[in-house]
């Protein structure tokens, strides 16, 4: 099996296991689908890559050569950003929790805008700005009472959400009055983001409408952003829309939509995370033991919910090879488990794969996104290295956690 034009084998020699694999091809491919087909001849647009699915540095420089712009949900995000040198500007500063420090930092460094998620926020960010005697570009987060079809744990817009204000609230009003006083801060206009790994393109359109409709209220043209939460292929019961038509669909959508309301807007952002990333990661694993229990298979692997939390946190699922063996009879149905103290500690549950040995390669499948990202020390397992696969060469961009590393923090 090769990656690119590198074989899976000489990567697992060079770099051992679990590893994570990325296909920077099939990474600047998505990239360049969302690029090339987000544009409108009537008002600006941007995509943003929200970073929080697998931000570091390599993946900040990659978006920054495309030219792309980065959404952060943390100081520790924003961070890595700066460390590449990312322009600032192109920088939006989300979360619901920003502390006064957080803001403070962001204002240091001029971040581009500042997604502000509620009244508190707001009058925090007001206040600091008036002390520091500095601007800050915001865009408030709606909440517009979309709700998408996905795992509930992942839906976000449902009325008592912890994210974002809801379309004339009293909390609504009171930041109007105070963006429309503030000395220090521009408003720009609003945000929403209705959930992740959604098909439904209709969530998407409906929730763009309801913006629109509240773009009315306002004299200057705003800048809407529609978040992301576009879905991807994890085994083939996910049946995503390719990323030139979901682009597309929405820049129609909202020309539409504009001249049935009689509104122009400045500029239409979206920002994808999980739909850049995740097809074009693999995570690669070593078999070890395999047990039979009354009515069960297991492949046991040297990795697990430490390097891919999904499965245990959402139900996630995933497709696998053995590598070498992808052509041969998926004859076992088998359960793919790592090797925490944790009985949810399953990747694959009841997947049919051919006979394993001890020492065989697995690979499964979309592991890009929330993977690295999400991975823990739990049991004090060592965080995997990262490799990003072009042509016929794979460079080392995280190297693997040693065990001096792992404890260097403790006193
Ligand atoms: C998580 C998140 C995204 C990205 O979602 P994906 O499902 O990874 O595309 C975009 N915007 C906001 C505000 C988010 O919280």
């Known amino acids: 099996m090769k990656i690119c034009n590198v074989d899976v084998v000489k990567l697992k020699e060079q770099f051992g296991t679990p590893l994570y694999i990325y296909d920077k091809e099939h990474l600047k491919r998505n990239i360049m689908l969302y690029l090339n087909n987000?544009?409108?001849?009537?008002?600006?647009?941007?995509?943003?890559?929200?970073?929080?699915?697998?931000?570091?540095?390599?993946?900040?420089?990659?978006?920054?050569?495309?030219?792309?712009?980065?959404?952060?949900?943390?100081?520790?995000?924003?961070?890595?950003a700066l460390s590449v040198g990312f322009p600032m500007e192109k920088v939006y500063f989300h979360g619901n929790n920003k502390s006064l420090s957080d803001l403070e930092f962001a204002l240091e460094h001029n971040v581009g805008t500042i997604v502000v998620d509620n009244l508190m926020e707001l009058i925090a960010l007001e206040d600091l700005c008036k002390n520091k005697n500095k601007k800050a570009n915001i865009i408030i987060r709606l909440n517009v009472g979309v709700e998408a079809?996905?795992?509930?744990?992942?839906?976000?817009?449902?009325?008592?959400?912890?994210?974002?204000?809801?379309?004339?609230?009293?909390?609504?009003?009171?930041?109007?009055?105070?963006?429309?006083?503030?000395?220090?801060?521009?408003?720009?206009?609003?945000?929403?983001?209705?959930?992740?790994q959604i098909f439904d393109l209709d969530a998407f359109t409906h929730a763009l409408e309801k913006l629109i409709v509240i773009c009315k209220d306002f004299d200057k043209p705003l800048v809407l952003n529609i978040g992301g939460g576009f879905g991807v292929h994890y085994t083939d019961e996910d049946k995503p829309i390719s990323f030139d038509i979901v682009s597309k669909t929405l820049i129609n959508t909202c020309e539409k939509a504009l001249k049935e309301n009689?509104?122009?807007?400045?500029?239409?952002?979206?920002?994808?995370?999980?739909?850049?990333?995740?097809?074009?990661?693999?995570?690669?694993?070593?078999?070890?033991?395999?047990?039979?229990?009354?009515?069960?298979?297991?492949?046991?692997?040297?990795?697990?919910?430490?390097?891919?939390?999904?499965?245990?946190l959402y139900q996630a699922k995933y497709d696998a090879d053995i590598v070498g063996k992808e052509n041969e009879l998926k004859k076992h149905i088998v359960t793919v488990a790592g090797k925490c103290c944790e009985s949810g500690d399953l990747i694959i549950e009841n997947i049919p794969l051919p006979e394993a040995k001890p020492g065989d390669l697995l690979i499964t499948y979309t592991t890009g996104a929330y993977g690295y990202s999400m991975s823990s020390n739990y049991n004090k397992a060592l965080t995997p290295a990262v490799v990003f696969v072009e042509g016929d060469e794979a460079k080392l961009v995280v190297k693997r956690q040693s065990y001096e590393e792992l404890i260097e923090r403790e006193i």
């Open 149 to 196: 079809h996905t795992h509930k744990f992942i839906v976000t817009a449902h009325v008592d959400s912890k994210f974002g204000v809801i379309y004339n609230s009293n909390d609504y009003k009171e930041m109007m009055k105070i963006l429309k006083d503030s000395k220090n801060i521009t408003f720009k206009g609003f945000h929403s983001h209705i959930g992740s």
């Open 38 to 80: 987000f544009k409108s001849k009537e008002f600006d647009t941007e995509v943003l890559f929200a970073s929080k699915a697998f931000c570091i540095k390599e993946m900040v420089r990659l978006i920054n050569s495309c030219n792309m712009s980065l959404d952060v949900v943390s100081i520790g995000e924003l961070y890595t």
């Open 262 to 312: 009689n509104v122009k807007i400045e500029k239409l952002c979206i920002e994808p995370g999980r739909s850049i990333v995740a097809e074009a990661g693999y995570t690669l694993y070593t078999i070890g033991y395999i047990k039979k229990t009354p009515n069960k298979e297991y492949y046991f692997i040297d990795g697990g919910m430490t390097d891919n939390i999904r499965p245990a």
